[in-house]
């Protein structure tokens, strides 16, 4: 006999309850997406260590998409001015690279013998980009003015880049001499210009206000040391989001904030302060569309 405490149930009825709670269990998974173990959402979040790259508003104001995407880095302003100087290559070239350089200056010499000589090959040669130089001779530099001038004073008979390279190939010679009048007067001969006027010229030391008229504006771009390159892409030529991706592509290369971008109305600067090699050169010059 059965305790009067005690509940029996048929076999069948145990079934039923079971099968009740199995279902329940069931519908109530469905409902809260498997008991809170599901798989993550998609979302438009860029994941860690990319950018999401938004075309700027077509009046170029900087103000934020109203779709909620970020908006592209806001650029300084910076005018650059390529100087007096008629340039290396093809007047039509549309890139300018404009160096603000020292002829003393051994680290501007290595780029000379480095990242511009490539640049003339690849570039120059082709008609794709022309060549500036600015005056800046560093006043540590014993013989910087006197080179300066000389190379001034070669721009008068048009033959600026003649004595540009020979005083750079040349400049471990003429940096170790105690006076430097006899030796620049025969790289003037050497490289055919008229002495007497060379010399009239040199003596006379007729270019130092220009010479330090370049230094000053150097200054006024942010310049304080030797060498300092800046490349001048027009607008029309690159997109801001190509140059931005090329510009932080570089400075992972070679550290945060190495190379910067400004711009004016019609053209962005991309501003390469030092003897960089050649690669940095070309990481920027590669994604220009001629």
């Known amino acids: 006999m ?24 069931l519908v109530l998974s469905i409902f809260t997406a498997g008991f809170g173990i599901v798989k993550p959402v998609a979302t438009n979040n860029p994941p860690s260590g990319n950018s999401t790259v938004v075309t700027p ?29 008629a340039p290396l290559g093809q007047a039509s070239a549309p890139v300018s690279v404009v160096v603000v350089s020292d002829f003393q200056c051994p680290y501007c010499a290595r780029l000379f013998s480095d990242a ?7 570039y120059v040669q082709s ?15 014993q013989f910087a003015v006197q080179a300066a001038v000389a190379a001034a004073c070669a721009n008068d008979q048009g033959k600026f880049w003649e004595m ?3 005083l750079f190939q040349n400049q471990d010679t003429w940096s170790a001499a105690t006076s430097v009048d006899s030796i620049f007067q025969s790289y003037a001969a050497a ?44 607008k029309s030529k690159i997109s801001q989001s190509v140059l931005q991706a090329a510009v932080d592509g570089q400075n992972a290369v070679y550290g945060a904030g190495s190379l910067s971008i400004f711009q004016d109305s019609s053209s962005y600067s991309v501003l390469i302060p030092g003897a960089f ?4 050169f070309d990481g920027i010059l590669s994604k220009v569309s001629y």
Request: with cysteine.
């Open 2 to 25: 059965a305790n009067e405490n005690s509940v029996t149930m048929s076999k069948d009825m145990l079934y039923g309850i079971v099968i009740a709670v199995l279902a329940g269990l």
């Open 57 to 85: 508003p077509a009046n170029n104001t900087g103000n934020p998409p109203s779709n909620g995407t970020t908006a592209p880095a806001t650029i300084p302003t910076l005018a650059v001015k390529p100087g007096s100087i």
């Open 116 to 122: 511009e000589s490539s640049i003339r090959t690849n």
């Open 127 to 141: 008609g794709k980009v022309k060549v500036y130089f600015r005056y800046y001779p560093l006043s540590f530099h």
């Open 164 to 166: 540009h390279d020979t």
């Open 191 to 234: 490289i055919g210009l008229n002495n007497a006027t060379f010399s009239a010229c040199y003596n006379a030391k007729t270019h130092t206000a220009e010479i330090n008229a370049d230094e000053a504006e150097a200054q006024n771009y942010g310049v304080r040391g030797t060498p300092a390159s800046f490349i001048i892409i027009p």
């Open 277 to 280: 090699p050649y690669a940095a």
